[in-house]
Structures are given as C-alpha cells and as structure tokens.
C-alpha cells in the first residue's frame, strides 16, 4: 500500500499560477520518512523557539513574522534540505502546474469537462489519474493507494464524490495499451477499474497535524515560485536559480503523464497547464 500526501499553492493569491504536489510514500517507509520530517522541523523550532508555528512554506522562505528573525541564507538551506528529503529513497512526486488564465480558456473550449470552473478539483483528478497509471503499473497486486490532502472543506466531499463515481472522461490520462494481432491499441477502461489504485475515498487533515503535508505544501510553493519567476522579476538576486535548483531535485522523482491516446481530457490539460510545466 502507498500513501499520498497533496497540498497546493497560490489559490489565495493574485498571480497567476497554481500548483498541487502530492509526495508518496510506501506504507513500510511511512513511519520512518515522518519521523525524519518531524525530526527536521523540531530541531528548527528548538533553534527558533520563538518562530515555531506550522510551517507554510511561503511565509517560512520570505521571512513572515516571526520566521524574518532566521537569516535567509538558513531558510534556503532548510528548504533545499526539505526538497532532498522528499526525494530519497524512493520517494515520488505527482502533481500539476495549471494557469488560472489558461485554465479559463481550457474550460470554456468545449472540452465538456466534468469539475465546471474548479481547478482545485481538476488538479486533485489529473493528480490521481497519474497515480493510477503509475500504480496500475505495480506488480504483485501491491497497486493500492491511500490519498491524503490537506484540509478543504469546500472541496473535499466533492473530490470523493468524483473519485467513486469515476467519470470516463478522466480514461484518457492513465490508459494502457496491449498488443491485440500484432498491433498496439489503447484498451478501454470499464466501470470495474477506473481508479481502482485507489481507495475510493479521500482523507482530509490539518496540515499543522502532519509533517508530510507540510512537505506537499513545500514541493507546491518551490514549483510555483519556478514558474512565476518565469514571468517576473527576481525579489532578490539568485532567486530564479535558487528556485530552478530546487525543481532540479524535484524533477527526478516526479511522475510524468507519458504516452496517451490524445482523448479529450488530454488536450484540456495541455492547454490548461502553465506553459512552463511539462505534463
């Protein structure tokens, strides 16, 4: 069994990006990969006892509060360090980058998607339709897997809702192929296993409960300051090649769409995603 953990950034702002990263983790390493965040982040506020508080990630890296009485050049160390943690020993990142502008057109393009203006519930889909191709993929039947995100009370009934319904028009981002009289052809889904990697429901948590979704919440804020830093101005010198090296780390361990058959689905994500993010 897996288990995903998925917060997002930049739905409360003004810019125009919007990201949502889950970190996975296997259920024998779960135990281990949380004692070594809670480790991370009790030895941050041991030496800043008077910035502890949960730890969101934009706040944290510029300085808000209390967290402005730790020197930047620390808050950068620690974030890197977080950002090589998520990663190690097998730890694999789902998730997408949508732009709010392009997102609109998408969804007003006849695409007849099935989440009307929500690119929170759109992104939680796309995010776990990668998940389910990556684990449909998973031999010995050990495919199952457990989602976990922080808390959204608008949303979170509605993305269980669309996870146990399983709408067809999400078959396009984690169909397989199969050799059928010496050619490849797409197989189509049916209502036994459309998302049937994961656990038809969802779980929500308070972020401040649990360190892997303060880590979720760190992988979404790195990917959104790399994307908008392509399309403004620096807030100080390093920071596109600050943020770029961190997404460097990151990219290795993140799961792509790969190979699809081009359905409708596909081409609202091309052209919803932000131009910087490879689907």
Same mark, same amino acid.
């Given at each position: 069994m897996k288990f995903i953990y998925v917060d *997002? #950034? @930049? %739905? #409360?702002?003004q810019g125009d990006v919007f990201v949502m990263c889950g970190l996975m983790v296997d259920a024998y390493k779960l135990? &281990? &990969? +949380?004692a070594d965040f809670d480790a991370k982040l009790e030895e941050l506020f041991a030496r800043h006892p008077g910035a502890r508080t949960e730890l969101k990630t934009k706040r944290f890296i510029n300085g808000a509060g209390a967290w402005g009485q730790i020197d930047g050049e620390e808050r950068k160390q620690f974030l890197t *360090?977080?950002?090589e943690l998520a990663v190690a020993n097998g730890g694999k990142i789902f998730g997408i980058g949508l732009s709010f502008e392009a997102f609109d057109t998408a969804a007003n393009n006849g695409h007849e998607h099935p989440f009307g203006n929500s690119y929170?519930? @759109?992104? %939680?889909?796309? +995010?776990s339709s990668i998940v389910q191709k990556k684990m449909q @993929?998973? #031999? @010995?039947g050990k495919g199952l897997t457990v989602v976990i995100m922080d808390d959204n009370k608008r949303e979170m009934a509605n993305y269980s809702d669309a996870l146990y319904s399983c709408d067809p028009w999400y078959d396009g981002l984690y169909q397989i192929q199969k050799r059928r009289r010496g050619s490849m052809v797409w197989v189509d889904r049916t209502a036994r296993n459309r998302f049937d990697h994961i656990i038809n429901t969802s779980f929500a948590i308070k972020s401040n409960h649990s360190s892997l979704v303060q880590v979720a919440d760190a992988l979404s804020y790195v990917y959104r300051r790399h994307l908008e830093l392509m399309d403004e101005a620096e807030a100080y010198p390093g920071e596109? %090649?600050?943020y770029a090296g961190l997404v460097d780390i990151l990219e290795r361990a993140r799961e792509k769409i790969g190979r699809t058959p081009g359905a409708v689905c596909n081409q609202f994500y091309e052209q919803a995603k932000h131009a910087g993010w490879q689907l």
């Open positions: *997002e #950034s @930049g %739905a #409360s702002d135990r &281990k &990969k +949380t *360090e977080v950002c929170w519930i @759109g992104s %939680a889909m796309f +995010t @993929g998973v #031999s @010995g596109q %090649a600050y």
